[in-house]
């Protein structure tokens, strides 16, 4: 992953845990990364190693106007937008193709300091086909320079 000369250096935690019918899986990861400003936007990037040990280039967006943008790259891409209450589609392409998906966002928590740099971002979301519920997810990222 190319990350950009001037960001600041993070360390990061993430934990995710994902009910899809009735079976609940729940993932830790530790990594570092990179926290970089572009205009009034604040993104976080950094590569996570799936179980199969392909790797995803993981970008966060921290928009102005309160919404988050998750953006998830590898042989799967997908770009979810998190608006609290609202639905919001997305593509999700596989190597197979590309399907919609929905997202519900039910939470979304920021808590954000620029000095010193650090913070965390609870995600609470479904995600479905439109009609169907594909699985619901808790997502907490804690980061720190």
């Known amino acids: 992953m190319q990350l950009v000369s001037n960001g600041i250096p993070i360390n990061i935690k993430l934990e995710t845990s ?10 830790i990861y530790e990594s570092v990364g990179q926290a970089v400003q572009v ?9 996570e190693k799936a179980e199969n040990g392909e790797q995803f280039q ?8 309160g919404s988050i943008h998750l953006t998830r790259q590898g042989a799967f891409r997908t770009k979810l937008r998190f608006v609290p209450g609202e639905l919001t589609e997305t593509a999700y392409q596989t190597p197979y193709g ?4 929905v997202t519900k966002t039910k ?4 808590e954000f300091s ?3 740099f650090r ?21 907490f990222l804690d980061f720190k320079a």
């Open 18 to 27: 994902i009910v899809q019918n009735e079976h609940q899986q729940n993932f």
């Open 107 to 110: 939470q979304l928590q920021l």
């Open 58 to 65: 993981v970008m966060v967006k921290f928009c102005q106007d």
């Open 114 to 116: 620029e000095t010193p």
């Open 98 to 101: 590309t399907m919609l998906l």
């Open 119 to 139: 913070g965390q971002l609870k995600l609470v979301y479904e995600l479905s086909t439109g009609e169907e519920i594909v699985g619901n997810y808790q997502l």
């Open 39 to 47: 205009g009034n936007n604040w993104y976080i990037r950094y590569e």
